[in-house]
T-cell receptor, first 109, second 113 residues
Framework: GQSLEQPSEVTAVEGAIVQINCTYQTSGFYGLSWYQQHDGGAPTFLSYNALDGLEETGRFSSFLSRSDSYGYLLLQELQMKDSASYFC??????????FGTGTRLQVTL | EAEVAQSPRYKITEKSQAVAFWCDPI?????LYWYRQILGQGPELLVQ????????DSQLPKDRFSAERLKGVDSTLKIQPAELGDSAMYLC???????????FGQGTRLTVV
């Protein structure tokens, strides 16, 4: 089976750094992706990790530890527009793409 | 810019009626996904296609839901009969191949009354 757990909510102030964690149980794990979804919108791709380590894309970075079945998304220099839901998603057996429970990020002034 | 097209955007139907959703993926994308998303939850995979073949439909309620992608391009998801609990956002996504970025359509919001 496949399951991914994330904190349900995170609050941070504008300009700060926030980390959103994800633990997964995925058969035939291949990689971990992160998606952002604003209220009323569709999920959009942020990053992908297939190997252990840190991937950096502008203000966003994503980390994966395959041995710990764990990853995180790091958002730096938070802006109000970063207020959204963030989902980790794993690729597993038969390349099935399974999403986590989601973390709602609220950025405050 | 290429995008995943879905229709309709909104659908209201009475319980026990049939309803269908259509998805046209980005041209050339071999992998197509249908997800159901309930407000406040993550997308739940209903069915995944690789070209015209079903890769996974383990979470598809097969007694009432069906999906097809006959020519390996566009796809249709059908519910018959609809139940109140089917009210949700139905999202279609596509990717060039497996284990690559998935692009989502704007979804169909279904309300069953």
């Amino acid at each position: 089976g496949q399951s991914l757990e994330q904190p349900s909510e995170v609050t941070a102030v504008e300009g700060a750094i926030v980390q959103i964690n994800c633990t997964y149980q995925t058969s035939g794990f291949y990689g971990l992706s992160w998606y952002q979804q604003h209220d009323g919108g569709a999920p959009t791709f942020l990053s992908y990790n297939a190997l252990d380590g840190l991937e950096e894309t502008g203000r966003f970075s994503s980390f994966l530890s395959r041995s710990d079945s764990y990853g995180y998304l790091l958002l730096q220099e938070l802006q109000m527009k970063d207020s959204a839901s963030y989902f980790c998603a794993s690729s597993g057996t038969a390349s099935k793409l399974t999403f986590g429970t989601g973390t709602r990020l609220q950025v405050t002034l | 810019e290429a995008e995943v097209a879905q229709s309709p955007r909104y659908k209201i139907t009475e319980k026990s009626q049939a309803v269908a959703f259509w998805c046209d993926p980005i041209s050339g994308h071999a992998t197509l996904y249908w997800y159901r998303q309930i407000l406040g939850q993550g997308p739940e995979l209903l069915v995944q296609f690789q070209d015209e073949s079903v890769v996974d439909d383990s979470q598809l309620p097969k007694d009432r839901f069906s999906a097809e992608r006959l020519k390996g391009v566009d796809s249709t998801l059908k519910i018959q009969p609809a139940e109140l609990g089917d009210s949700a956002m139905y999202l279609c996504a596509s990717s060039l191949m497996v284990n690559t970025e998935a692009f989502f359509g704007q979804g169909t919001r279904l309300t069953v009354v």
